[in-house]
């Protein structure tokens, strides 16, 4: 019992303990070259029913951990500890790598390269003690509002499927586990852990958008495990899903590993032991004593007991974990310099360059420039708000400062305007009273009433004040004021969960929802000298409690500064950025914090504006018909100043490209009636079906302001000599691409297919696709195969991939909707 102790404190100061070679006398499967099967059943058989319930769910104390499953030392079976990712090692532990985000290794359509990226990760979590990686997201981009877009892939699941294969082959390479999640049709934010994030999907949908991702991850890349997701599916929690976790994993995919809840997503204890959960995270609320009663009832059988423990068991038998488990500090320095020049090698083939009208990039040494835009170095964003955020090391370099250091010339920065307005003085103001109220709808008597001078607070406990609770509040605040002119009065509110903002009565901003910190701009037409009454109401539910007020009176220009410098520039460089969060969907993809504003003030002062985009998934641009050139940075890790120096001067080509579709506005994106996303009703419709990304503009016929697969470069590409061989699958395409232009650079080129009309498939889809590097005059012969699941649908009747026979057409270009080259190949019956 004390070294069971030993080892439970040793792993929860986050060590993890490696059994001792002494230990395979009493465990003849230590060490052992018996079938992992044969061992597996070994250790069973050996193992009591507290034991094996201890191996089915997390326990307390595993800070700075995100989970763990303590030693059992009995029969040898070694502690092993969960943690974040994606980009990196999460949850800010020092001595790391910042990768860009997912959405910008997507980009990159380098294989190759995503690979590093899962090496550098598995590596590094393996430095710091972690068994399994919390990693790769592969969820579908439904919508561009949701959350976590910039922490997944793609549009596209076949694309996703690329990306996630080789992220957990890096992985896995390095002997930590990869947990891909999060299974399945999780595509929001919205109303998550509730049954009201219940996603209505047919089947043929669930198969042909929502799982191919997760099939790949399976079958081709091996992954250890997986990571069940938030919501419902067709009404029943994902996380209990026996489609999706029994007849789907286990019987159509054959996956042996283990399925882990997401934290705090299991809901019940016989069905999700029932349904296919093998492991509760990061306690044992369902799976502790509670799954023990259940078998002493026959609720839940011991065969079922035992299956959930093999699962657990056969993936740390296949990394040799019982005879050498992974050891490591989590305050150890794990980065090293190759592992930041795989980040930076990553940002910058991320980048994609949207539009270079008259070739204004690169720019020239020499050059006046001016750069404009907090996100360049005041506010520098390199993560984009991942729930559980890799540490940015130590001495990250800014953009500016890399663009000072590479320019050789003048370099004015204009910061631009503030995240929210300040506030302007009146003739008359003598502050607010604040009124702070138990609950979250301002109801019952105020537990603390005080004078405000101020609206302007960021508490990360969430409590304003004693006798105030930390969490669960809500306040108003009230008072007069008299404007010193007439005229419209700009106010804005920047609020983590809700706000409201009344004048003279009048609802001038409602952002009454939970929602990470958001900036909310409302108009009020003032008369000098006569007061107004003002009120402003909040709510706080859970974390930190952030908000601020302010306003601003006829006249103020925030952009004089900025449009000042551009006049006196040779070209202007903007930054702009809409961040996401995990937990929160976004309410639009318009630019937030007048930044529209400030580039369309900064293009009309010089046509010779470049916009640097740093956002996790598509917006809006009212603005793209007067910049000259659109650089699409989204989060670039720590190499952003480096990168973003290098691209911007042409040392570097982008050779990105879009891995979602930037549409024209919200209102033509696939998922933009309430009943899509996030929902009404209690269920999230997705009627779109298989009109997800570029398969809906397609097939709506609507015109995309960039096209999903679109991105430029500084040299150029021509393509020619198509060939389709024929007969059946697997289909060989063939096509030459040759750089035409006067500098190196790469291309990606992409085959779709479309199928005969007959099997109600999209107009094009996404089937093969390769990345090609080139000299100037050179020409590469660029082969792609397409497999018989290129040419398959999913068949509700028989519920499983039928080949469509007929004609399909293969379209092969650099962009969903640049594909010049086309061929023809008949599939027989």
């Not at 300040?422 to 019952?444: K, N, S």
């Not at 302007?456 to 004040?465: I, L, T, Y």
Request: glycine fraction near 10%; include cysteine; hydrophobic fraction near 40%.
């Amino acid at each position: 019992m004390l070294r069971a102790v030993l080892v439970l404190a040793l792993a929860a100061s986050a060590v993890t303990v490696p059994v001792t070679p002494a230990g395979a006398a009493d465990c003849p499967w230590v060490g052992s070259t018996a079938p992992v099967e044969t061992r597996v059943n070994a250790v069973l058989k050996a193992m009591t029913v507290d034991e094996e319930l201890a191996v089915v769910h997390g326990v307390a104390g595993a800070s700075p951990y995100a989970g763990m499953i303590p030693a059992i030392p009995r029969v040898c079976v070694p502690s092993f500890l969960l943690h974040d990712g994606p980009n990196g090692v999460g949850g800010s532990l020092p001595g790391v790598t910042q990768l860009p985000a997912p959405v910008g290794a997507a980009a990159t359509w380098n294989t190759g390269l995503v690979r590093q990226y899962g090496e550098v990760e598995g590596a590094e979590q393996k430095a710091k003690g972690v068994t399994v990686a919390l990693a790769p997201m592969v969820n579908i981009v439904r919508d561009p509002r949701a959350g976590r877009n910039f922490e997944t892939y793609s549009e596209d699941p076949f694309l996703t499927g690329r990306m996630g294969v080789a992220n957990i082959k890096g992985i896995q390479s390095e002997g930590v586990l990869a947990q891909v999640k999060h299974l399945a049709v999780y595509n929001q934010e919205s109303n998550r852990f509730s049954p009201t994030d219940n996603a209505v999907v047919s089947e043929r949908t669930m198969q042909e958008m929502y799982l191919p991702q997760f099939e790949a991850a399976i079958r081709e890349a091996k992954a250890s495990s997986v990571m069940c997701s938030y919501n419902w599916v067709n009404g029943v929690n994902a996380c209990e899903n026996s489609y999706l976790l029994t007849k789907v994993l286990r019987e159509q995919w054959k996956f042996d590993g283990f399925v882990t809840s997401d934290w705090g997503g299991t809901k019940s204890t016989v069905a999700a032991a029932n349904g296919g959960l093998d492991m509760e995270m990061p306690t044992g609320k369902y799976f502790g004593d509670a799954l023990k009663t259940a078998l002493a009832n026959g609720q839940v059988s011991k065969t079922r007991l035992d299956r959930m423990v093999g699962n657990v068991l056969r993936p740390l038998f296949r990394f040799g974990l019982f005879e050498r488990p992974i050891t490591g500090d989590p305050n150890a320095p794990a980065a090293k310099p190759e592992h930041a020049a795989v980040a930076w090698k990553v940002a910058d083939e991320s980048a994609v360059l949207l539009k270079n009208k008259g070739n204004v990039l690169p720019l020239s040494a020499g050059q006046k420039i001016a750069v404009i835009g907090r996100g360049a170095h005041d506010e520098v964003k390199t993560t984009g708000g991942l729930g559980n955020p890799v540490a940015t090391p130590p001495g990250v370099t800014t953009p500016l400062r890399a663009i000072e250091q590479r320019a050789g010339g003048e370099v004015t920065y204009v910061p631009g305007p503030a995240a929210s307005l300040p506030t302007v003085p009146a003739d008359r103001f003598e502050g607010l009273t604040g009124r702070f109220y138990a609950g979250v709808d301002l109801a019952g008597p105020p537990l603390l009433t005080r004078a405000d001078q101020t609206v302007d607070f960021d508490w990360p406990s969430g409590k304003p004040a004693e006798g105030v609770p930390a969490t669960g509040w809500s306040a108003s605040w009230t008072g007069t004021i008299t404007p010193r002119k007439t005229g419209p009065h700009t106010f804005a509110i920047t609020s983590d969960d809700g706000s409201r903002l009344f004048v003279d009565g009048e609802e001038v901003i409602d952002n009454w929802k939970d929602q990470a910190p958001t900036t909310q701009v409302g108009t009020v037409e003032l008369t000098a000298g006569k007061p107004v009454n003002v009120e402003v109401r909040y709510y706080q539910r859970g974390g930190g409690a952030r908000m601020q007020l302010g306003w601003e009176e006829p006249g103020s220009s925030r952009y004089d500064e900025a449009v000042a410098a551009a006049k006196a520039a040779d070209v202007a460089v903007v930054f702009a950025d809409l961040i996401s969060w995990e937990g929160y969907d976004l309410t639009g993809i318009d630019l937030p914090r007048g930044q529209n504003d400030l580039i369309s003030a900064v293009a009309a002062a010089n046509p010779r504006t470049v916009v640097v985009l740093q956002t996790g998934s598509a917006v809006t641009m009212p603005w793209v018909g007067s910049v000259s050139s659109v650089l699409e940075a989204w989060f670039p890790g720590q190499a952003i100043g480096e990168s973003m120096a290098s691209l911007l001067f042409g040392d570097t080509s982008p050779s990105g490209k879009l891995p979602v579709t930037f549409p024209k506005s919200l209102a033509d994106v696939p998922a933009s009636t309430p009943a899509r996303f996030p929902g009404a009703n209690g269920e999230v419709r997705y009627d779109e079906e298989l009109g997800v990304g570029y398969r809906w503009y397609d097939r709506e016929g609507i015109e995309p302001l960039f096209p999903f697969g679109h991105g430029l470069s500084y040299t150029s590409f021509g393509l020619e000599g198509l060939t389709v061989s024929r007969g059946d699958a697997p289909v060989t395409v063939t096509a030459r691409v040759t750089n035409t232009g006067q500098r190196a650079g790469s291309e990606v080129v992409q085959a779709y297919v479309s199928f005969p009309s007959a099997a109600g498939e999209p107009p094009r889809q996404l089937k093969a696709f390769a990345k090609v590097e080139l000299k100037p005059g050179e020409s590469k012969r660029v082969r792609l195969t397409l497999d018989e699941r290129a040419f398959s649908i999913w068949d509700t009747a028989k519920h499983a991939w039928a080949k469509q026979p007929g004609r399909h057409q293969i379209s092969v270009g650099t962009s969903s909707r640049d594909l010049p080259l086309k061929g023809y190949v008949t599939i027989p019956r």
